[in-house]
């Protein structure tokens, strides 16, 4: 497999570069290798992100290289894998606590029967966060880490609950529950009070 390694040489000040530079890696999903050396597997869309990065900082003073190289031992690139693989579980696991967080939240506002349509869209502002979270997160899961799947069944969960939460809103409200799947947006322009 190739991959790429992206080496950028930054000036110690200001450290907004650094920063800069480090959440943009880990935005895209780049595992640090050591001393400064990020690893992506190679892809056209990967590679065009490094190189406007690289862009980006040597107008601010520092240096950049991207190279497209092999792993070698062989044993390298499995280690590589196993290693995104760990940095994708662990967001994972961060979003499956999430997911615990807003289904505890939803059976709080049910036993409090809190069911107006405020709290109804508090709660799918939260479901929306975590839809885009768990896309992103996706989004960098090149190789499909152990928790993955668990992620996406926690989601679903959690859409089920925000359905059955919405309909007891429309219901408390004396109106007929929108008939929409659970990841929909509920439009309730109209009939909030």
């Not at 930054?10 to 001393?35: C, D, E, F, H, Y």
């Not at 990020?38 to 590679?47: A, F, H, I, N, Q």
């Not at 406007?52 to 070698?72: K, M, P, T, W, Y």
């Amino acid at each position: 497999m190739q991959w790429l390694l992206f080496l950028p040489q930054l000036p110690a000040t200001p450290s907004s570069l650094r920063v800069m530079v480090w959440r943009k890696m880990r935005q895209i999903g780049a595992l640090g290798l050591q001393n400064g050396v990020w690893v992506l597997p190679e892809r056209e869309d990967l590679w065009q992100q490094l190189n406007d990065l690289q862009g980006s900082i040597r107008q601010q003073g520092g240096e950049a290289f991207v190279f497209r190289a092999q792993a070698h031992p062989p044993e390298a690139e499995a280690l590589i894998r196993e290693r995104f693989c760990a940095d994708r579980d662990e967001e994972y696991q961060e979003f499956l606590g999430r997911c615990q967080d807003f289904l505890a939240e939803i059976a709080k506002e049910t036993r409090q029967e809190k069911f107006t349509f405020a709290e109804m869209e508090e709660i799918e502002e939260d479901l929306q966060k975590m839809e885009h979270w768990l896309n992103k997160i996706r989004a960098r899961d090149f190789f499909g880490a152990t928790q993955a799947e668990p992620a996406s069944r926690a989601l679903e969960a959690c859409q089920q609950a925000f359905a059955t939460f919405v309909s007891q809103v429309y219901r408390r409200q004396g109106l007929e529950p929108p008939a929409v799947s659970s990841s929909q947006s509920f439009d309730t322009g109209d009939a909030a009070p």
